[in-house]
């Protein structure tokens, strides 16, 4: 029997493999697991498994690339591929050419995922939501100008709120080439200086909805600078645009009535509004007319002119309450000046002389008795009228 190698071995089985067509263009059913996606090559390793067994797998770059989704761990997929021997290691595997998820279609996965990828990046998070204008001056609106939607839209605006600016930007809304558009368009909306921004288009089916629902799309609307209101139109599913914008509206006409203020509900508002500043004016005026006339009399009363009147007014009062008492005083005086002379008067010598009494002086001193009189003495008489003068002949 002859020596032969490893490597002689492994290609042998690898022949053996190899022209069996049992196991060439084969389809296996089977659960991923140990999935790993090598970036430089872009090839995938994973391991496909049923509840008994397990067979490591291999999908190259050229046909990883033309999976519509991301394999996961735990995804239960049919493989579809070939047999064959890994000759360094000796080991045989199956090197996979597709990978269809089992249950849904690859579209469908591959839409899933980008759900779950946006999500855990943050685009659909509440408080990224930014709330819409209550009253914009130019509406943006994304969508093929020759659909029924832009036209929904203007009828919806004309009616509701003529004040705005409409700013319309065509963008392919399906087809090759769409998401670029799309996001194109809402750039352009964006730099237009748009308050709000409408992105969407009519019903369809959903391939012709496709395009709101890549990755592209949903970052444009994440990244414009104003608030975005996705507009596809259908009822029931939620696109990724849908997910992603600041309001999602069920069609094109919903998505202007949300962007727009009802003029009529405006005008009433402004006749409430009209009613509240015209009795707020009132009330302010009579508030000020009141203050004002407060102030005008503190004014007044705080005037140069006003605190000269008050002084001249208490000039006079002094002057009046000077002249009553100087007026007082000159009685008192008066009456005092008349008791005094009365007194006076009663008890004057010559009042006394005027009853019968009279002076009689020597050598003008005023003599109360006869003791200083001699014989001879010459003495002045005075009576109550007129005097005499007299020489001393006796004294007793």
């Given at each position: 029997?002859?020596?032969?190698?490893?490597?002689?071995?492994?290609?042998?089985?690898?022949?053996?493999?190899?022209?069996?067509?049992?196991?060439?263009?084969?389809?296996?059913?089977?659960?991923?697991?140990?999935?790993?996606?090598?970036?430089?090559?872009?090839?995938?390793?994973?391991?496909?498994?049923?509840?008994?067994?397990?067979?490591?797998?291999?999908?190259?770059?050229?046909?990883?690339?033309?999976?519509?989704?991301?394999?996961?761990?735990?995804?239960?997929?049919?493989?579809?591929?070939?047999?064959?021997?890994?000759?360094?290691?000796?080991?045989?595997?199956?090197?996979?050419?597709?990978?269809?998820?089992?249950?849904?279609?690859?579209?469908?996965?591959?839409?899933?995922?980008?759900?779950?990828?946006?999500?855990?990046?943050?685009?659909?998070?509440?408080?990224?939501?930014?709330?819409?204008?209550?009253?914009?001056?130019?509406?943006?609106?994304?969508?093929?100008?020759?659909?029924?939607?832009?036209?929904?839209?203007?009828?919806?605006?004309?009616?509701?709120?003529?004040?705005?600016?409409?700013?319309?930007?065509?963008?392919?809304?399906?087809?090759?080439?769409?998401?670029?558009?799309?996001?194109?368009?809402?750039?352009?909306?964006?730099?237009?200086?748009?308050?709000?921004?409408?992105?969407?288009?009519?019903?369809?089916?959903?391939?012709?909805?496709?395009?709101?629902?890549?990755?592209?799309?949903?970052?444009?609307?994440?990244?414009?600078?104003?608030?975005?209101?996705?507009?596809?139109?259908?009822?029931?599913?939620?696109?990724?645009?849908?997910?992603?914008?600041?309001?999602?509206?069920?069609?094109?006409?919903?998505?202007?009535?949300?962007?727009?203020?009802?003029?009529?509900?405006?005008?009433?508002?402004?006749?409430?509004?009209?009613?509240?500043?015209?009795?707020?004016?009132?009330?302010?005026?009579?508030?000020?007319?009141?203050?004002?006339?407060?102030?005008?009399?503190?004014?007044?009363?705080?005037?140069?002119?006003?605190?000269?009147?008050?002084?001249?007014?208490?000039?006079?009062?002094?002057?009046?309450?000077?002249?009553?008492?100087?007026?007082?005083?000159?009685?008192?005086?008066?009456?005092?000046?008349?008791?005094?002379?009365?007194?006076?008067?009663?008890?004057?010598?010559?009042?006394?002389?005027?009853?019968?009494?009279?002076?009689?002086?020597?050598?003008?001193?005023?003599?109360?008795?006869?003791?200083?009189?001699?014989?001879?003495?010459?003495?002045?008489?005075t009576f109550g009228s007129g005097g005499a003068k007299?020489?001393?002949?006796?004294?007793?």
């Amino acid at each position: 029997m002859p020596v032969i190698t490893v490597t002689q071995i492994n290609r042998y089985i690898a022949s053996i493999l190899k022209n069996d067509r049992n196991i060439q263009g084969v389809m296996v059913r089977g659960e991923i697991s140990n999935y790993v996606r090598h970036f430089r090559s872009g090839h995938i390793y994973f391991t496909l498994k049923d509840q008994e067994s397990s067979v490591k797998a291999v999908m190259f770059a050229n046909s990883a690339a033309r999976l519509r989704f991301e394999p996961e761990d735990g995804m239960s997929v049919i493989v579809s591929g070939s047999i064959s021997v890994y000759e360094r290691e000796g080991a045989y595997q199956l090197y996979v050419n597709d990978i269809i998820p089992e249950g849904v279609g690859a579209a469908v996965a591959a839409l899933e995922q980008l759900k779950k990828k946006l999500q855990k990046e943050g685009l659909f998070d509440i408080a990224h939501k930014r709330p819409i204008p209550s009253m914009p001056k130019k509406i943006g609106a994304v969508t093929s100008l020759n659909g029924a939607a832009v036209r929904d839209i203007i009828n919806v605006l004309t009616r509701r709120y003529p004040l705005c600016e409409l700013f319309a930007v065509n963008a392919l809304v399906q087809g090759e080439g769409a998401a670029d558009s799309v996001c194109r368009g809402i750039l352009k909306a964006e730099a237009a200086g748009c308050d709000v921004i409408i992105v969407g288009r009519g019903g369809g089916s959903s391939e012709d909805l496709s395009v709101f629902n890549t990755e592209k799309v949903a970052y444009a609307i994440y990244n414009c600078k104003v608030p975005v209101i996705s507009a596809v139109g259908h009822e029931t599913d939620y696109t990724i645009a849908d997910l992603a914008a600041d309001l999602r509206a069920p069609t094109p006409s919903a998505a202007a009535e949300l962007a727009s203020p009802d003029i009529a509900l405006l005008y009433e508002k402004l006749s409430v509004i009209e009613r509240r500043i015209e009795k707020a004016t009132v009330n302010q005026f009579d508030k000020s007319t009141d203050r004002f006339i407060a102030l005008n009399a503190r004014l007044s009363a705080q005037s140069p002119e006003k605190r000269l009147q008050l002084t001249g007014e208490h000039i006079s009062g002094l002057e009046k309450r000077i002249e009553a008492a100087y007026l007082r005083y000159i009685d008192k005086l008066e009456r005092i000046f008349a008791e005094n002379t009365a007194r006076l008067d009663s008890l004057s010598p010559l009042k006394v002389l005027s009853r019968g009494y009279s002076l009689v002086y020597k050598e003008d001193k005023l003599l109360i008795s006869s003791e200083s009189l001699e014989k001879g003495d010459n003495i002045s008489i005075t009576f109550g009228s007129g005097g005499a003068k007299a020489e001393i002949k006796d004294k007793w």
